[in-house]
């Protein structure tokens, strides 16, 4: 039994003039400055064009995609660069502007505000940045599995895996992102009487170019998660195949969802690490269950819609077989032969009844309760990182 629709969502055009010839996912970019080899497909073999167009499509992603694209590296080891890089940047900052890195206060070592701030900023940025590229990459994994469940094969899943989604609008968001980025800064760091930095261009510059960075980085990632979001229910509703006997084909869709959960959750992780410093309060339990309620929302939603899907398929083939079962009923005593048939019919209609009506397995549910538990990395990373600092003078010594 499967559900189809003939309309597609994607401007899958880039990807249908390409239909002969398989190859392994190996995608061309300019000769002069090749990227490394871009997300790896599943083991199923993808036609050579199809690899081609998403090869062409990298290299003009979005700038955080490629990023990761062009590096050399994993994103791990990339995302580790990253953050080199910014707090690198900020230790030559902070050199040039004299300020000390370590206040000694009553025999205990403490590090600045804007240490810590700056610390947060580079992990925050660079967090984003590889959260986005791990969902991205693991999406691509997946292709030939979403080729088995769409209507366009190939073509649907390639435009459904492209690193920028098909009416991602980033513009508005890198203006909106600029303005409100730079009307921040001015209030954190000129208009503030506590953090003014006037008096340390280097620092200055610094924070403004972070701070409006990651804002714009938000900005521009609500406007992309807004895109492919609607792109997911398109697909859902218009394109993707319903075979109630093999429903397990669906928990692609389930493995995607929980990413997105996950991405959710390190990145608020990465958020309460500007609220734990007083430890658990009312504030930041609030704060920790809004935040993981969200985090299974952003799940439950994508399943939700696959759900209705599934029911509506099983309500229209049971609705079907039960009419034909009792027509073969009406039959079974002019017909022997309708015994038999009758029998399939009833067994037929057993297996599409127990059917399962998620799209996800218990690996993936188990999965996503454990990416709620990310949401407490923070208070141990704090106490772990506030006893190494508060005894560096020992170590030291």
Partial sequence: MQVTNAWVPFPSHRFAMFSRGTTAFAPTLDKLWPPRKAPSMSDAAVPEGIARALGASDRHAYLEQRIFVYSPFGILPTAIVLFAVFAGSFAIAWV?????????????????????????????????????????????????????????????????????????????????????????????????????????????????????????????????????????????????????????????IGRSAARSSLVWFTVCAVIFLLFIGGGLTLFTAVLLIACAAMGLWVFVATMEQVHRKILRAKALELERLRGEIEAVQARIAADADCAVKLQGLLAYEKRIAEAPEWPFDQTTAVRVGASVLILTVPWFGQAIAAYVVEHAGRFAG
């Fill in 96 to 252: 040039a502007s004299g300020r000390p890195f370590l206040t000694v206060t009553g025999g205990h070592v403490h590090a600045g505000l804007l240490v810590w701030l700056a610390s947060w900023f580079s992990l925050m940025l660079t967090t984003v940045l590889a959260m986005q590229r791990y969902s991205r990459a693991k999406d691509r994994e997946d292709i030939a599995r979403y080729a088995a469940v769409l209507r366009g094969r190939w073509q649907s899943a390639a435009a459904m895996t492209e690193l920028t989604p098909s009416r991602a609008r980033l513009g508005l968001a890198n203006f909106i992102g600029l303005a409100v980025g730079l009307g921040v800064s001015f209030l954190l760091y000129v208009a503030s009487g506590a953090q003014n930095l006037l008096a340390y261009p280097t620092l200055l510059v610094w924070f403004v170019l972070m701070t409006t960075s990651l804002i714009a980085s938000f900005m521009r990632g609500v406007a992309l998660t807004r895109s492919g979001a609607a792109d997911m229910r398109r697909t859902i509703d218009d394109e993707l195949i319903i075979d109630l006997l093999r429903i397990d084909r669906l928990t692609v």
